[in-house]
Nanobody
Framework: VQLQASGGGLVETGGSLRLSCAAS????????LGWFRQAPGKEREFVAA????????AYSDSVKGRFTISRDNAKNTVDLQMNSLKPEDTAVYYC???????????????WGQGTLVTVSS
């Protein structure tokens, strides 16, 4: 499994960014996809996850109402639309995959390389 995240960058407070992650997975497999982040000097934390069907999602309290996770199973991609960004959202964002129906908030087996999001105040 390979995960390639993209879309990070520098944005001002209140701005928006859209992260995307492409997954290379074995054929005819079902998996949950999630986003995590790690800010400087802090532990990695859960951000959002989406079930295999896309019908169920989970968000951390800190991003609920501002971030939206979505997926396209035909393309094996997962996106994270981030709105109303705050300086505390600054972190390296990682996409992750777990072979379960999900959505899962932990226990992921596969991780992407991360993409940096910086929100200026």
């Amino acid at each position: 499994v390979q995960l390639q995240a993209s879309g990070g960058g520098l944005v001002e407070t209140g701005g928006s960014l859209r992260l995307s992650c492409a997954a290379s997975v074995r054929p005819v497999s079902r998996y949950t996809l999630g986003w995590f982040r790690q800010a400087p000097g802090k532990e990695r934390e859960f951000v959002a996850a989406i079930s295999w069907s896309g019908g169920n999602t989970a968000y951390s309290d800190s991003v609920k109402g501002r971030f939206t996770i979505s997926r396209d199973n035909a393309k094996n991609t997962v996106d994270l639309q981030m709105n109303s960004l705050k300086p505390e959202d600054t972190a390296v964002y990682y996409c992750a995959l777990d072979y379960s129906l999900g959505p899962s908030t932990d226990g992921y087996d596969y991780w992407g390389q991360g993409t940096l999001v910086t929100v200026s105040s």
